[in-house]
């Protein structure tokens, strides 16, 4: 077994204090990384705040890991000692399902087991996430990570950036396509580089004029503030894909008014109910589509970080010692973030040195 430090929280809404654990020693698939960098998403505060349900204490949090590879197993083939890698949301799956056979076992039909809050595939084991110094995982489910990234930058395209990135693909987002992002934030930020670098002309749908300036500066050609009724009327029926970051429940009506017949709007943040109710008119007339899409399956995941590697995109963050960790979840519930936390896991070293 291997000694591990990190930060955990003991019970629900806890503070994150400093933790030690076991991880398992490498095995002949897996590979063990030293942890550089754990970004921070907002789904770590809602599951140490028990906000989803069903989650286990201690929890250490984290999804968003790049780091040095320091060991391999014996059948290990896509990565040596010495590399960078990364880790996502995910640690495993079935494996043997349609979806797993499909290279999507984000969708796999027993369930993916999670980086954190989760049980290993042996019933008994809990994972334990990126906010710790070392992770042991299955090949399989650790992508390579080009040395020309920023790996700071690059730690929360593990989840905000094929967050955006999987529908993205997925409705073939292109050249000669109009494409909004609605929702600043750290998906909506990823969504604005991505969109454009596939070459689309996208526009950024948000509700101040002062956040629509940000987008510009991130890649917008354009941006529609969704409060003006007449900026929204000037849109209407002319946008090919929405990408949809709001996290909360929220009325998705006047959005729909604004695809093209045939178009599709998908949602990647919003996990309860969508309030008011939709109105089926906006769906009927001009056949059009409201979708989910959640992160890609692993195959998609490196093909996302190879592309963001060659367009030179990564999350703009602001980095912080573990020891702040606290103060940084107390600014990200106040959105005052730009637009990606991400711990620099360096100090955590120091701290036990």
């Not at 395209?157 to 992002?181: D, E, F, N």
């Not at 093909?303 to 995109?313: L, N, Q, R, S």
């Amino acid at each position: 077994m291997i000694q591990v430090h990190g930060y955990a929280a003991q019970h629900a809404g806890a503070p994150l204090t400093p933790f030690q654990f076991e991880r398992r020693a490498p095995g002949p698939h897996d590979v063990q990384i030293e942890i550089l960098y754990s970004g921070i998403c907002h789904s770590d505060l809602h599951q140490a705040h028990a906000h989803w349900g069903a989650e286990l204490f201690p929890m250490v949090p984290g999804h968003e890991i790049i780091g040095r590879v320091v060991a391999v197993g014996a059948h290990v083939t896509k990565l040596k000692p010495g590399d960078y890698a990364g880790v996502g949301c995910m640690v495993d799956s079935c494996r043997h399902c349609s979806a797993c056979e499909e290279d999507l076992e984000q969708y796999c039909d027993e369930g993916a087991t999670w980086t954190y809050n989760a049980i290993e595939r042996d019933g008994v084991t809990p994972t334990y996430g990126g906010y710790s110094d070392q992770i042991v995982v299955e090949e399989r489910f650790v992508v390579s990570i080009p040395e020309t990234l920023d790996l700071k930058g690059a730690a929360p395209l593990l989840c905000a950036g094929i967050t955006t990135y999987s529908p993205l693909r997925h409705w073939k987002v292109g050249p000669g396509q109009k494409v909004g992002v609605i929702g600043l934030g750290g998906l909506g930020h990823m969504g604005v580089k991505l969109a454009k670098a596939m070459g689309a002309q996208v526009v950024m749908i948000t509700t101040t004029p002062e956040k629509g300036r940000d987008a510009t500066r991130l890649g917008a050609d354009e941006v529609l503030v969704s409060r003006d009724p007449a900026a929204m009327a000037s849109h209407a029926a002319s946008f090919d894909f929405l990408l949809n970051t709001i996290p909360v429940g929220h009325d998705v009506n006047p959005y729909l008014a604004l695809l093209k017949r045939d178009r599709t709007m998908v949602l990647v943040g919003a996990l309860e109910p969508l309030q008011p109710a939709l109105n089926g008119a906006n769906l009927i007339f001009g056949r059009k589509s409201i979708s989910g899409s959640g992160i890609g399956g692993m195959a998609e995941t490196q093909e996302m970080i190879d592309f963001c590697a060659k367009h030179g995109v990564v999350s703009d963050v602001e980095v912080v010692p573990i020891q702040q960790v606290n103060e940084a979840w107390q600014r990200l519930e106040k959105n005052d973030v730009k637009y990606r936390f991400v711990i620099d896991m360096a100090s955590l070293r120091g701290e036990v040195a």
